[in-house]
């Protein structure tokens, strides 16, 4: 496990900042990144996001990451979007 001042300075270097929207790969929503967090048990990265509704997740920022399959391709769990709202 890592300290908490590793995990501090970790999450000063992730790519994700707060107000970044983001679609999801399958149901094609979007979200807007709130904050970054460090979780409490194993004081890794977390993104917290809210959806259109509303409705505020917590993802370990591995996972929000990740690539996943697709009809046999590799995307994005979710894509960044731009100011306009096109992906990158």
Same mark, same amino acid.
């Given at each position: !496990?890592?300290? /908490?001042?590793? $995990? &501090?300075?970790?999450?000063?270097?992730?790519?994700?900042q707060?107000?970044?929207?983001? &679609?999801?790969?399958?149901?094609?929503?979007?979200?807007?990144?709130?904050?970054? $967090?460090?979780?409490?048990?194993?004081?890794?990265? !977390? &993104?917290?996001?809210?959806?259109?509704?509303g409705?505020?997740?917590?993802? $370990?920022? $591995?996972?929000?990451t990740?690539? &996943?399959?697709?009809?046999?391709?590799?995307?994005?769990?979710?894509? /960044?979007?731009? /100011?306009?709202?096109?992906?990158?």
């Open positions: !496990m890592i300290t /908490k001042n590793e $995990a &501090v300075a970790t999450l000063n270097t992730l790519s994700i707060a107000d970044d929207c983001f &679609v999801h790969y399958k149901t094609q929503e979007t979200y807007q990144v709130i904050t970054l $967090a460090i979780g409490e048990e194993t004081q890794e990265p !977390m &993104v917290v996001y809210r959806g259109g509704d409705t505020v997740w917590v993802r $370990a920022y $591995a996972i929000f990740e690539f &996943v399959l697709l009809n046999g391709v590799n995307v994005p769990r979710f894509s /960044k979007l731009d /100011k306009t709202g096109v992906k990158r």
